[in-house]
């Protein structure tokens, strides 16, 4: 299993990134997929979710409303457009699945909101 963030760098506050996570090593279009972040000195926390047809979506009240999350199976791809970024968005940022009670991250993409 081998999940690959991109997409990351440095923004303005207000502004967009969109980062990808491409996927490797197992049935990608079988697994439920997550993004999680942690900013420095914090604990990691989860942001979005997204079922393994890409029908469901759920997120964070913290990025509600300005984040989407989606799914390309075709292209074994998820990704993560990100607007009106906030100076509190400043993370990493993970993908993440579950496979037979497995876990599997990323490396991660830094995402840094600064003026």
């Known amino acids: 299993v081998h999940l690959l963030e991109s997409g990351g760098g440095l923004v303005q506050p207000g502004g967009s990134l969109r980062l990808s996570c491409a996927a490797s090593g197992f049935t990608f279009s079988s697994n439920v997929m997550s993004w999680y972040r942690q900013a420095p000195g914090k604990e990691r926390e989860w942001v979005a979710g997204i079922s393994s047809g890409g029908g469901s979506t759920y997120y964070a009240d913290s990025v509600k409303g300005r984040f989407t999350i989606s799914r390309d199976n075709t292209k074994n791809t998820m990704y993560f457009q990100m607007n009106s970024l906030k100076f509190d968005d400043t993370a990493t940022y993970y993908c993440?699945?579950?496979?037979?009670?497995?876990?599997?991250w990323g490396q991660g993409t830094q995402v840094t909101v600064s003026s």
């Open positions: 993440r699945t579950s496979i037979r009670g497995s876990v599997y």
